[in-house]
Nanobody, 120 residues
């Protein structure tokens, strides 16, 4: 039974940076993981994903600003967010996925509780 716990959210000014953490328990990384966000009034959207072999994938809206990484020793997946914009404000959640290459939320499992990011 995989459990994921996110942390690292907070309030930051435009142009600032945050690092989100997603700690996995009940399973040993690496595994395919993704970060999603739900912006106010919008559907959940995929932001970044990392495969167990290190491949990464990003939504166009965050390319060049966000970086996903995986520390197997810490059993943690990180989302490094730079050049944050007010449009990045939302709840960020991590989840695992069996098949690489999909942003479909129904394909993901073991969702964490989310961490709030506010850029203003």
């Amino acid at each position: 039974h995989v459990q994921l716990v996110e942390s690292g959210g907070g309030s930051v000014q435009p142009g600032g940076s945050l690092r989100l953490s997603c700690v996995a328990s009940g399973y040993t990384l690496p595994m395919n993981m993704g970060w999603f966000r739900r912006l106010p009034g919008q559907e959940r959207e995929g932001v970044a994903a990392i495969a167990g072999d290190g491949r990464t994938n990003y939504a166009d809206s965050v390319k060049g600003r966000f970086t996903i990484s995986q520390d197997n020793n810490e059993n943690t997946v990180y989302l490094h967010m730079n050049s944050l914009e007010p449009e990045d404000t939302g709840v960020y959640t991590c989840a695992g996925v069996r098949a690489w290459g999909t942003w479909c939320p129904s394909e993901y499992h073991s969702w964490g509780q989310g961490t709030q990011v506010t850029v203003s």
